[in-house]
C-alpha cells in the first residue's frame, strides 16, 4: 500500500471508532485489533486498483462510524437510550411508513 495514505486512512478508522464506542472498551479492543489486522494483511499489497480499493473502503468505513454508528444504553429488558448527535449522526426525518389495516 501507499504507506502515508494508509496510515492516514487508519488513523481516520481509529478517530471515528473512538468517538462512535466512546466509554465501550469492549468494542474499542474489537476495533484496534481487526484495524491492526486488516493493516498488517495489506501493508505489502502493490497492485495500484487492489491499494485504492483498499484505501476507498477504509474511507467509507470511517465514514459509516462518524455517521452510521449510534451507541445505545440499555436502560431496562425493553428500552435503549440511543446516544444521538445532531451534528454528526444521520437521522431520517422521513415520515414513518403507515401500514393498512387488513
Known sequence: MVNSEAIA???QIARAGRVAF???REAL????????QKYIEQRDETD????AKNLKVGQQVAQILT???VQ???KDS???HLNLDKDRHEINTNPPIKRRET
Do not use: C, S, Y
Not at 479492543?29 to 491492526?36: E, S, Y
Not at 495500484?48 to 491499494?51: D, E, L
Open 48 to 51: 495500484p486498483a487492489k491499494v
Open 78 to 80: 425493553e428500552t435503549f
Open 9 to 11: 486512512v487508519f488513523r
Open 72 to 74: 445505545g444504553v440499555r
Open 29 to 36: 479492543q474489537a476495533l484496534r485489533a481487526n484495524l491492526r
Open 22 to 24: 466512546k466509554g465501550d
Open 67 to 69: 455517521h452510521n454508528v
